[in-house]
């Protein structure tokens, strides 16, 4: 088997982890530049000065063992980008002592520069593989990197278009960012190769989110949802509000996306999001995203094919109906998009008296950005 390139991270360190192809060693080391590849993180420079060498794991064991060393890499680069990184004024010449080994300068691409306030470059970007299933691999990053420096100040997913217009993963577009007020955001977002853990300016990008909802065409309008922290790391942070379309017709292509992805980004981020649709004056669907998703009815007209996989049972005489939708890769965006819409207009729903109550975690403020109402 071919060996894969290494992706190297610089973390400065006088404590660190020695891996080989052949086991694991642990040792204490004064040597700066770490190599994260398929054998896990490996020591370049200086020999350790002292180590304990462990049999070789075997099966399962490697995998778990080597995804282990990938969260423990990623939370000490999170650690070091955040707590001691200073980027100075963000020019080219403050960054590039920083962009050693794996790291690399995000330079202001043309059509990002009435955004960047004069500067060159607006991040330094660490890139991190995501093995296996990507949903499940982003959230070991997730939680590691969470327990070495704090709960994120905010959550959720870009969408089928992310920041600055960059595609997103097939799979979904899941981030967490931590962020110090007018100042700069430490970001972890899944990539078309894999993840990524970015230091960039706070300005930048919140002002590009804004200009992207105020100017932009829908089809390239940010998508996904936000989950901030109502604390005082976002004070003074603006999340744009969801766009409504019109027309029955038009539904179907912002909701499909919104939904094929929904419980990978949930699970990927280990937070659950919920939204209930009002026709009028009542509850119609109930939308529930964590590590599956479900989808709740209470139906005066719709009648439920159970051949779909609409169940029901009944809480203090009402009738609710549930269908489980899938979990992470199961979803069926553009057929239950369909069958949501059928659902509406059975009901008698308006299109212009449908509105929506979000639910999300205590403590935050959830925007469904991406649902269409």
């Given at each position: 088997m071919d060996e894969q390139p290494p992706v190297i991270l610089y973390l400065p360190a006088a404590v660190g982890i020695l891996t080989a192809i052949g086991g694991i060693r642990l040792t204490v080391m004064a040597s700066q530049r770490f190599d994260l590849h398929e054998g896990g993180v490996v020591h370049q420079g200086s020999r350790p000065a002292a180590g304990l060498r462990l049999g070789r794991p075997r099966g399962g064991r490697v995998r778990r063992a080597r995804q282990g060393r990938l969260r423990r890499a990623g939370a000490a680069g999170a650690g070091r980008l955040w707590r001691e990184t200073d980027p100075g004024d963000w020019s080219r010449e403050a960054l590039e002592p920083l962009a050693g080994g794996g790291a690399r300068l995000v330079p202001v691409a043309e059509h990002e520069r009435r955004h960047a306030g004069g500067r060159e470059v607006r991040g330094l970007a660490f890139g991190l593989p995501l093995e296996g299933e990507p949903a499940r691999a982003f959230r070991?990053?997730?939680?590691?990197?969470?327990?070495?420096?704090?709960?994120?100040?905010?959550?959720?997913s870009h969408g089928p278009t992310g920041p600055w217009y960059e595609p997103s993963p097939d799979w979904g577009a899941p981030f967490l960012r931590w962020r110090r007020t007018g100042a700069r955001s430490l970001e972890l977002r899944a990539t078309k190769a894999g993840a990524e853990l970015c230091l960039q300016p706070a300005e930048p990008y919140e002002e590009w989110r804004h200009a992207a909802f105020e100017w932009d065409e829908p089809s390239q309008l940010p998508g996904g949802f936000v989950i901030n922290a109502l604390n005082a790391a976002n004070e003074g942070l603006s999340t744009p509000g969801a766009r409504r379309v019109s027309r029955?017709?038009?539904?179907?292509?912002?909701?499909?996306?919104?939904?094929?992805?929904?419980?990978?980004e949930t699970y990927a981020i280990g937070r659950s999001v919920g939204v209930t649709a009002i026709g009028g004056n009542r509850p119609v669907l109930a939308i529930r995203s964590a590590d599956r998703l479900t989808v709740e009815g209470w139906f005066t007209y719709f009648v439920p094919d159970e051949g779909l996989g609409w169940t029901?049972?009944?809480?203090?005489?009402?009738?609710?109906?549930?269908?489980?939708?899938?979990?992470?890769?199961?979803?069926?965006?553009d057929g239950l998009a369909r069958h949501l819409v059928e659902v509406f207009k059975a009901e008698k729903v308006s299109m212009a008296k449908l509105r929506k109550v979000v639910h999300g975690p205590d403590g935050a403020h959830t925007v469904l950005i991406g649902l269409g109402f």
């Open positions: 070991g990053y997730a939680e590691a990197i969470e327990a070495a420096i704090g709960p994120a100040d905010s959550a959720g029955w017709a038009a539904l179907p292509g912002l909701l499909a996306p919104f939904l094929r992805t929904l419980p990978a029901q049972r009944t809480e203090r005489t009402v009738r609710l109906w549930t269908l489980d939708a899938g979990g992470p890769g199961e979803v069926d965006g």
